[in-house]
């Protein structure tokens, strides 16, 4: 997929990541890009081309009605994510509820709205935005990382699904950005900016998944291994012993 003319729709578009990834859509020539968040006040884009746009993935309606209004979108970019924090074992069982609500449930809602759309501009693409930590655990992001472990194998069953109208389906696996989502991280920081430049490039290549830093893909290329050795290794590099 070339971006150039495409139509896309970008889920929390209104910072972080999901700004990156309208910023680079309008750079790379997108004729209209749909830009989503919970409250419309916090879109803010100085581009005629930019349609902002209510979506609240807890809220099933609000999918119904945004897919309704872009009807003419070729490339879906699901991007909205939220992190409580929660442990999987004492943490509060709602704010884990939430937490698979708004990366598998939600993303998953976004999807099959927008999947008939998606068939009729000829198959389009999707674009999903994961993490190292669908491949691994940490303490303190239980149950982000069971989330967004769902969220990267329900990507795969999608991809497989929509094959035959032709929807591309990529994944894109990233360790932390420098996002308001990871401010209290301390670890290294990749610029959010790479996220949509080497996604699109993937769309242009045709790739189904793409590894954006180093601290990801050796997270990938450890799950052959022993995960005994893999989390001693975290351990050491978090400083969490």
């Known amino acids: 997929m070339n971006i150039t003319d495409q139509v896309a729709f970008v889920t929390g578009a209104n910072r972080g990541i999901g700004r990156q990834f309208v910023l680079e859509l309008l750079d790379r020539g997108a004729a209209k890009v749909y830009a989503t968040a919970r409250r419309l006040e916090t879109i803010d884009f100085d581009d005629a ?63 099959r709205e927008f999947a008939p759309t998606l068939a009729r501009s000829g198959g389009g693409a999707i674009v999903n935005v994961l993490s ?41 696996l990233l360790g932390a950005a420098d996002t308001d989502i990871a401010a209290e991280y301390d670890g290294p920081k990749i610029d959010p900016r790479d996220v949509p430049r080497l996604s699109f490039d993937g769309l242009t290549a045709g790739s189904i998944e793409v590894i954006v830093d180093d601290w990801t893909a050796m997270v990938k290329a450890s799950l052959a291994g022993d995960p005994a050795a893999f989390y001693e290794q975290m351990t050491q590099l978090l400083g969490t012993d």
């Open 49 to 111: 081309r930019v349609v902002p746009l209510r979506l609240d993935l807890l809220d099933h309606q609000s999918v119904v009605e945004a897919a309704a209004s872009a009807n003419d979108v070729t490339l879906l970019v699901n991007n909205a994510g939220i992190s409580t924090g929660a442990s999987l074992v004492t943490g509060e069982l709602s704010e884990l509820h939430r937490e698979f609500d708004t990366h598998f449930w939600g993303t998953l809602d976004v999807i």
């Open 132 to 172: 190292a930590l669908s491949w691994f655990a940490a303490l303190g992001s239980g149950g982000y990382s069971a989330a967004k472990a769902a969220e990267w194998n329900m990507t795969n069953g999608v991809r497989l699904e929509l094959a035959a109208q032709g929807t591309l389906v990529q994944g894109v």
